[in-house]
């Protein structure tokens, strides 16, 4: 029956709730996340800017701002760390706040994370030195522009889930990540799977659903 | 050291051999597949055809083929079936050779895998009367066409991983699968990663990578 | 002969006066509507701004402004309210604009006309709780971004024409809504036909000519 | 409850079932065709061809083939007519099998339709001459490739809501038919909306439920 | 020998100099006009602004500007109008800045040149109403954006050569112009020759060669 | 009146019926030829085939075939051949069936018509060796393929109208011509002006109605 | 003077003359080779096939065929072998046809040429077992399909001038070669340059002039 | 063994170092060149600004901008120029930017450069006038917008390697140097290959690989 078709909120249970802060007032936010404090809720909003999170913390004294990610976090109630390790590794530091936005969201959604940045393939010894670090994640979130290859170089290497993030990090024909996004898809290396140019959002909710499985 | 960079194949020991049929001949496939039977190592030949079905199995009797996957699987050696479970969810009578390329490498790899097909939205009851076996699913492939649009609401539905293969099942302006690739990587909901058009292979080597874990 | 060319503008006597208002300055859109005025006409202004509200709004005090729509609406002469009625889904907040935009044309074109927004697949049990109101509609217009999944499942559901319209919103590969727009247009359900990006316009036009029939 | 979300089929008793005979064998396609026969359903097969009809007749003596238009039809049961037209309008000769499609499909959904073709805006004069007849449908198709302006001159010149469908005939840069389409999509004038590229069926369905309203 | 590979300018003896002002500061381009002036040549500085034609008034007095078209014309020495002349066509009011600079272009080549706008293809008869104007030009120069069907209903209506400007005029899925170029070269109608977007200087040098021999 | 709206092909009394043969039967545009020759008129079929060749001789004897252009002319009644003169310049062999195409078009619509061709720019002397033959011509045409570079140089050489022709010559990213087509309408000489991939007949139809003023 | 545009063939005396022979008939280009061997010149023949060879081979003995680089050389008289060497890197077994055009062109050239395959990311211990070799060449050409990362991951090993060659290898949204060519043109590292998709011989030409300064 | 993956730095021993400042703060970028400063190496820093200077300098009082070519080169240690040349031609003055990128980045790596500006091809005879100057260089660089045809017309003319830069420069249909780039691939010359849109830098990187051969 139609039980079945029962609310997405309701089956995330005990999940933060997030809310995207593009094309939202400061007070819109404010408003939702007053709400689930209320409630006791954790928050994460994404996409937000200074402007958001001052009026944020005013209502919310516990909101943390990571200003390059552009995201708010508000926890509210504590939560168990996992065990298993999602790892983030990105190509430059041009990427950095896509990583930042992939970190806090699998923080507060619970995960044991870790960054290992600066390791693009233009200078390869660079990713061989984190290997063991890199060798110990359940999951794998490979950030990377331009040509997007470290995807691939690190799906040759480990024998884990990749999700690869693209980046609109480049110039000239790099038509604002979808260069990256496609050569992505294209990867010659198995397990890799890909999100959208920027996504560091959805490449940590698919991450923390995998690591906490 | 450099020990870090060992084989990739060393790395999935126990792992049948891959063989990417198209653009190969049928001699040629034969020939690594016979090495791999004296090894005794599983082996699935993706891309394949009905020549080099008939070639392959002189050399190798056990060999199974799958005309409408176009996939030849032989196995040598026996596996352990995991106890959890991979669901392949199609939309179409037209998705099929792909379900059936995805189906036959989640099954070679050892897992537990159950088909749900022709669920399209455009009649979504079917989809509803489904909902019971996939949320039994650790791990959900969604094969769609057109616009796509079944990964969106089964990820709605299912708070699983989904990796979502875009076909080019579609006329008029589908572009030969773009249009729906793209249209599942703008997924409004969250938990969607997505491989390339019509890679069957590629959504149940990452989905058996996770379901293993 | 020739009478057979008539004037469109004449065909549509009775109909209200539509200008678009971007890139036209404020007073020449206030000459057009004070000529209007004085003709005793309906005028509608769309793509219009706050300056060129102040404006107008000197010269005819009853236009009246819909700031999110973005759309001057001045009703000089009472008209008769269809029984029939427009229906405008929405899947987001984003969407908004747009929505208005078909809104306010719907309603000085004489219909009747309601918005159901909100109820994008994400969570699709939002939809469902709204289809008791949307079966009572005559025509349908159907508000998306992202994949524009929501047009399919709407038309898989009812057995109304539906006239799907792509917005803008999105991001990463969104394509400024292009691929909203293909998504739709390779609807895996019949009765779906589309209009260009962000084009409430032109929907509520269609909409309307059909809710008139 | 659930009893909302009820079968689309079901939605459409008595219509006919629409099979889609691309990808399919003449034997699939046969079985459909003898169950709904035996059901006393009308059946439009389309996407047919030659050695599907021959096998199709032999089971359903009845069908009638539309080679040009490549569609199947088996009426076994008699329908009435609607009282008010559908006119399809068509630019060119090489527009013909879209239109075939297209009046075939409003024919078996019940509707009087009417076709005027060779009437493409490089020689308009042959258009006026059809003005008195195209005014008196209540709904119009627009098919045409090329630039597709027709769709645009006939907008201009009635005001009855037009379906217009892109061809994929052209030369050059026209791209299979997506220049056609995206122009179209950019029309001028009010009141076109628009199917995928040589969507006859798509376009005939939509106008169908337009035409009986 | 080399004889034959003159300089380009002096091939355009009695010409005007034209300055393409795009990405030159005001000063570099007075220069420019200055030491032409000297030498009694015409000059026309085309994609210019109102701070470069105040600057270059001040060295030229005779400069006239037009803001629309974005044209600053220097004329120097007089020259001999055309008796036959060029037609410039556009559909509507956004179009006009492209119109003003092939205006511009036309007349200080010497050209007998005529302005027809506001006769898009969405009122049709306003274009009828002018077709004795536009049968009396030796050259016609077509502007529009949209879908650009005007340059084909008039080339099915004279026997000229047709140079058609798509404007970047648009919105949704106009990309820019290049939807409204593609259309133009996909016209169905002969004796249409397309320039790039926006580009009515390239098509008034065009008309102008033609219309002088 | 209606008067103005005249037909095309009366416009054109005492030019050839042109046939546009690609998806006509041999059939078909034999009647059509047939019907002209009965009427004394002068007939080219474009696009044609051997097999149409064959068909048409049969009932008009006097056809004649150029299967590289896959032209069939028919001259049924003499014509006067202007004095002025169209060049076809083009770059390399490759280019050979579009520069036939608009030879045969100019010379059955009366024009004094020359081919200069394989003076491609990569050996560009070729080119300088035939300036003074270029410069003779009142309107030229100018074929090329690859990048298309051939458009601009003799731009830059000759002041005369240019009409170019992209080709869907060229391998790797050239698109079918797309490449060709767009770099000829950048091109950084002026004069130039373009029309569709592989339409040697457009151009020819242009230089025609431009040599003949 | 002129004499500074001198032949383009004269400039490349000693060097073969090369026959691009896709689109010649085998009787043309055997022509060709046979003027060119009178001459005593050796001939490089690019994208032939089985019949052209048999014909070429009947008129020049010495012609010897590379079925898989589709390559017919003719060496008519000796050359002076480079004593550096261009290395030629190739990802995987796809790639051989342009790994094949490449070698062929570099040896007629009169260059030392090695070839280096299958040392694709997806495995990168066999790149690295073959640094010493790839290192001691003076210019490389790495030849790869799918997302291109071959092209980086080896321009940031070595410091030697690569020219990187896309092929057309790949399925799903590779688009017949694009996604790889703009990835290399993305290339995160410094040091290469890009020839057009599958252009071995284009690579080989311009290593060649490395090679030899 | 692991020796083979050395430093990329390290390689480059007395090569400068290259910052791209693009999206790094003038904090960061002063740090970088006052660290190399101390270890007395050269420094580049590309994509830079006023601002950026106005930082640096105060730390590194040897540091000298380009404003044009917004580079800002600091020579801690002199170096021995090359003997041979890099030319680097350009078309036309909006090209510049690119040209000086090019030239500070040849300077530094210690090459004997040289500028050849505004020979762009609509007025050939100015290429011409420099052909002994462009012949005395060992590689070039060609710098060009719009269709990009001055590679081809170099490539035509001499026999050394060139690196072809598409830039940005364009209006219209350019697609932001997109159409540029793609001529470029499509060069009818050998002997060009291609870096990305302006990318002074890279063409210089390459051209100085070879240069120093
Ligand atoms: N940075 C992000 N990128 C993509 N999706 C996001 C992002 N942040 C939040 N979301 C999604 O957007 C939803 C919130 O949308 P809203 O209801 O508009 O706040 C969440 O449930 C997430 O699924
Ligand atoms: N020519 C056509 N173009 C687009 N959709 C079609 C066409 N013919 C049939 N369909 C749709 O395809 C469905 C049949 O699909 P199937 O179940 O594969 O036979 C029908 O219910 C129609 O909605
Ligand atoms: N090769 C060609 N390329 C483009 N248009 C052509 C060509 N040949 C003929 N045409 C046009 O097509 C029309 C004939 O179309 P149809 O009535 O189908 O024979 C002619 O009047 C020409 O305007
Ligand atoms: N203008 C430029 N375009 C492309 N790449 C550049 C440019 N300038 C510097 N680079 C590269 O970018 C690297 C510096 O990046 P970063 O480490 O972020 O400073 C250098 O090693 C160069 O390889
Ligand atoms: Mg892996
Ligand atoms: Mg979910
Ligand atoms: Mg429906
Ligand atoms: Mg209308
Ligand atoms: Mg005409
Ligand atoms: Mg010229
Ligand atoms: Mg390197
Ligand atoms: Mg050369």
Do not use: W
């Not at 298993?84 to 936005?101: F, M, Q, R, W």
């Amino acid at each position: 029956g139609f039980a079945k078709i029962d609310n997405h909120r309701e089956l995330r249970v005990g999940y933060p709730e997030v809310v995207y802060g593009e094309g939202k007032t400061s007070e819109q936010v404010t408003e939702i996340a007053t709400y689930m404090q209320a409630k006791g809720q954790n928050v994460l909003i994404t996409r937000s800017n200074d402007h958001m999170y001052e009026t944020v913390v005013k209502a919310c004294p516990k909101a943390r701002y990571n200003p390059l990610g552009r995201t708010i976090s508000i926890v509210n109630k504590a939560y168990q760390e996992t065990s298993s390790k999602i790892s983030i590794i990105a190509a430059g530091t041009s990427d950095l706040p896509v990583v930042e936005e992939a970190y806090e969201t699998a923080k507060i959604f619970g995960n044991k994370v870790e960054k290992i940045i600066d390791v693009g393939v233009a200078g390869i010894h660079r990713l061989f030195n984190q290997m063991d670090r890199i060798r110990e994640a359940k999951v794998l979130i490979v950030v990377a522009g331009m040509e997007g290859a470290l995807a691939s170089v690190v799906g040759g290497l480990v024998d884990k889930p990749i999700i690869a993030v693209p980046t609109s990090v480049g110039y000239g024909a790099n038509l604002g990540g979808v260069v990256t996004l496609l050569g992505m898809l294209n990867s010659c290396a198995s397990g890799v799977s890909v999100v959208n140019i920027d996504n560091g959002f959805g490449a940590a909710y698919n991450a923390s659903m995998i690591n906490r499985l």
